[in-house]
């Protein structure tokens, strides 16, 4: 093994909503994680991985920490603790368009209980309100260091990866070169349809919604990928929304979700999408682990 190179596993922790999973993508330069201006969008760990000729970097995009009210929530939150417990490193991203808040100070205590050296990431650079609130987010923590940046513009994130590497131990390359994610196939689909629902409706909607790829089936003859899924709300009101008048809604989140799908595969995809009631899943232990979430 090369003394040089470095290598380590990262977790991305912060607040609901600011911005880690596009912070991930912009990393990568390529889609792994869904994006949406709804709370709590990342649901599991997502694993992106960075490899440069002298380190490679296993991302670990998190859910965003807030109090669960259901199973579901109480999931998603072990799963920001297991990524806390498991890492060598932890990026706290926090939103430099708002000043610190009480969920912010929650975070930064957990990763210190964890015992995780940390690094600040002051994401939304670009909508900075106040230079002052750089020195406020620092001082809520012993940070090893403290990087301005924006996801949307790029703004910051060289000097990022270059430290965040500085911090990194002597270890060897984990994943070959060209994989950027270790994500199953049809977890990333199922992502790319929820993704389009948060997209598409609204209120307690996006929050109730679950999907579940059954089938991946290339067809051998053709360039052509049939995808069979299943979208699952808890209520029957929910499934009228997701489905909407003539189906239109359906069809939109279809044609949206199936050109995300044929950047993946490059290839075309015939999906075919179904509405199931599910009622209640989020609080159902059983239910919770068939659809991954366990």
């Known amino acids: 093994m090369d003394d040089n190179y470095r290598s380590g596993f ?12 596009t912070l991930l993508n912009r990393l990568l330069g390529q889609k792994v994680a869904i994006v949406s201006d709804k709370p709590q969008t990342t649901r599991n760990q997502i694993r992106g ?31 920001v603790q297991g990524a806390l417990s498991d890492v060598d490193l932890a990026l706290l991203v926090v939103d430099g368009s ?10 930064v205590a957990e990763a210190a209980e ?6 600040l990431v002051v994401n939304k650079g670009d909508q900075l309100g106040d230079a002052e609130w750089v020195a406020a987010y620092r001082a809520m923590g012993d940070f090893l260091d403290t990087v301005v940046v924006s996801a949307i513009t790029g703004q910051g994130l060289s000097d990022l990866v270059r430290k965040l590497i500085e911090h990194l131990p002597p270890g060897p ?3 070959p070169d060209d994989m950027v994610s270790d994500q199953p196939l049809k977890f990333l689909l199922g ?4 993704e389009k629902v948060l997209e598409l409706t609204r209120e307690e909607v996006p ?22 899924a299943t979208i699952y709300v808890e209520k029957d009101s929910q499934k009228g929304i997701i489905i909407g008048r003539g189906g239109r809604m359906l069809r939109s989140i279809g044609q949206l979700a199936r050109g995300e799908m044929e950047g993946l595969l490059d290839r075309q995809v015939n999906l075919q999408l179904w509405v199931k009631v599910k009622k209640d899943w989020r609080q159902q232990e059983n239910t919770l ?4 979430y366990s």
């Open 173 to 175: 390359q984990y994943y």
């Open 191 to 194: 992502e790319y349809i929820r």
């Open 10 to 21: 990262v977790a991305i922790i912060g607040r609901p909503n600011v911005g880690k999973s």
């Open 98 to 107: 708002h000043p610190p808040g009480q969920g912010d100070r929650y975070i």
């Open 207 to 228: 929050h109730a919604v679950a999907v579940e790829v059954e089938e991946v089936s290339p067809r051998e003859d053709r360039e052509l990928t049939d995808v069979r």
């Open 49 to 79: 991985i960075l490899t440069l000729p002298h380190a490679q970097v296993v991302f670990v995009d998190t859910p965003g920490m807030h109090k669960p009210f259901h199973r579901l929530g109480e999931y998603m939150m072990r799963e």
């Open 114 to 119: 964890a015992k995780v050296p940390s690094l």
């Open 289 to 292: 682990r068939s659809l991954g």
